[in-house]
């Protein structure tokens, strides 16, 4: 059964930084990325990395300010956010497959200014 579990969101000050964990079990996945939705918003691409770890594509927001990586030993992706914005601020969703048709449950990132 294919289960993506994340974690590593929490609360942080403007400027600082988190490094969301996805792992997954059951299969590896081509390609793994994140979303976000924040309240009102539609939720909307982050990031995302094939299993080669190459070719990664990132939302215009968050160029320059968050990377993706992944442990395919550890079935596991990574987003590491730095300089974070209020704006930030929302859940953030592992998704995996080649549509992005599994999901993770979400994990909450509060950015105070």
């Known amino acids: 059964q294919v289960q993506l579990v994340e974690s590593g969101g929490g609360l942080v000050q403007a400027g600082g930084s988190l490094r969301l964990s996805c792992a997954a079990s059951?299969?590896?996945?081509?390609?793994m990325g994140w979303f976000r939705q924040a309240p009102g918003k539609e939720r909307e691409f982050v990031a995302s990395?094939?299993?080669?770890?190459?070719?990664?594509a990132y939302a215009d927001t968050v160029k320059g300010r968050f990377t993706i990586s992944r442990d395919n030993a550890k079935n596991t992706v990574y987003l590491q956010m730095n300089s974070l914005k209020p704006d930030d601020t929302a859940v953030y969703y592992c998704a995996a497959g080649t549509i992005f048709n599994y999901w993770g449950q979400g994990t909450q990132v509060t950015v105070s200014s």
């Open positions: 059951g299969r590896t996945f081509y390609r």
């Open positions: 990395i094939p299993v080669s770890g190459g070719r990664t």
